[in-house]
């Protein structure tokens, strides 16, 4: 019954990520204009590089560690420490270097630093906990909001 639970969730949420940007895009355009929206777009390639960085897969891995030791609550918290301990440090890199780049940059700082809470945002995103447990209720209703 889990498992039906889990791909339920699954399907509605992906069937929200599609209809949320067909209703959200065309108004968007009208604010921001042809312009706004590429320098918009532009600037968060950029950053996600850095979210992407900063996460350098430990997401799959925490969700795999902690579906080994998601029977023993002892070992699950020190993995759970263990992989949001290591996150949070690839994050923190991520943001320094993310600096760094901001100072060699000498455009768009405004909507650079308004997308930097992104980077910020992974450090503390415990999705691949939740999935490792197979509790993915949490993690769809979280996306929701």
């Not at 949420?13 to 355009?29: A, G, K, N, R």
Request: charged content about 10%; some cysteine.
């Amino acid at each position: 019954m889990q498992i039906a639970k889990n791909y339920l969730y699954n399907a509605i949420y992906q069937v929200f990520i599609i209809i949320v940007p067909l209703l959200t895009i065309p108004y968007l355009s009208r604010i921001l204009g042809p312009s706004g929206i590429g320098i918009n777009s532009y600037t968060n390639s950029i950053v996600q590089y850095f979210v992407l960085f900063g996460s350098i897969g430990v997401g799959l891995y925490g969700n795999r560690q902690i579906a080994f030791v998601r029977d023993n609550q002892v070992k699950m918290s020190k993995v759970f420490y263990e992989i949001f301990i290591l996150r949070l440090f690839t994050i923190c890199l991520a943001y320094f270097l993310f600096v760094a780049f901001l100072i060699i940059n000498g455009q768009y700082h405004a909507y650079y630093l308004s997308q930097s809470i992104a980077i910020v945002a992974a450090a503390f995103d415990i999705s691949w906990f939740f999935m490792g447990i197979e509790n993915f209720k949490v993690t769809v209703l979280r996306n929701f909001i």
